[in-house]
């Protein structure tokens, strides 16, 4: 079963709005969770991370929003630039020195001028 | 910025071929990885290491072979190749754990015929 889920699947937003992605995990151990960001051609490239013990991140537009007794966090993209349109996932790490990350399935944002 | 360099960029192969898919990393980085991407499944580990001669086994290792033969070089083998194998594959490295930025190259496309 999926351990980490990612709602919605696509999602468009207009230039200038807030994008919101959601995530969900079922493993209550995951400790840290970062945010992957693809562009098409290319590898998945590190955007913002958080650590279980935070409930808020953030870096410049980019907030991740952190609920553990939910099991649940969001990526909030303020100002959404065409330049944001990807695929974002949102991953897991397993506890210890184990070297894993569980990735979600992607959202895909598309910013419309 | 760590570079991870895969080769080739893109393959076709026939059932029942051989392939072997490169990477190299220049970064004195000890962890890499081998993940594979499909639509609906997102990035799943295949194989990853912790050092030269090190291999631990991922979420979906069947019918992959992986070999780290030094810190930098890790290689992935497909010696019965099948239709089900052809998949987006991506490498990555980080120093020193799954908690700590990943890196990846710009991926190779499989296609098994």
């Known amino acids: 079963q999926q351990q980490v889920r990612q709602s919605p699947q696509s999602l468009t937003v207009w230039e200038g709005e807030t994008a919101i992605l959601n995530c969900s995990y079922e493993n209550s151990a995951f400790d840290y969770f970062p945010w992957y960001q693809q562009f098409p051609g290319e590898g998945p490239a590190l955007l913002i991370s958080?650590?279980?013990?935070?409930d808020k991140k953030e870096d410049g537009r980019f907030t991740i929003f952190f609920n553990k007794r939910e099991k649940k966090l969001s990526l909030h993209i303020a100002d959404s630039q065409p330049g944001d349109s990807a695929t974002y996932f949102c991953?897991?790490?397993?506890?210890?020195?184990?070297?894993?990350?569980?990735f979600g399935l992607g959202t895909t944002l598309q910013v419309q001028p | 910025e760590a570079a991870v360099t895969q080769s080739p960029r893109n393959k076709v192969t026939v059932t029942g071929g051989n392939v072997t898919l490169s990477c190299r990393q220049t970064?004195?980085?000890?962890?890499m990885y081998w993940y594979r991407q499909d639509t609906g499944h997102g990035l799943r580990l295949i194989h990853y290491s912790y050092g030269a001669g090190n291999l631990q086994i991922g979420d979906v290792p069947d019918g992959y072979k992986a070999t780290r033969t030094t810190q930098e070089d890790f290689f992935l083998l497909l010696e019965l190749a099948s239709p089900s194998q052809t998949s987006l594959y991506f490498c990555?490295?980080?120093?020193?754990?799954?908690?700590?930025?990943?890196?990846f190259g710009h991926g190779t496309k499989l296609s098994v015929l």
């Open positions: 990555a490295s980080s120093p020193r754990t799954s908690n700590e930025r990943l890196f």
């Open positions: 991953a897991a790490s397993v506890p210890g020195n184990t070297g894993k990350l569980i």
């Open positions: 958080i650590l279980s013990v935070s």
């Open positions: 970064n004195s980085h000890n962890y």
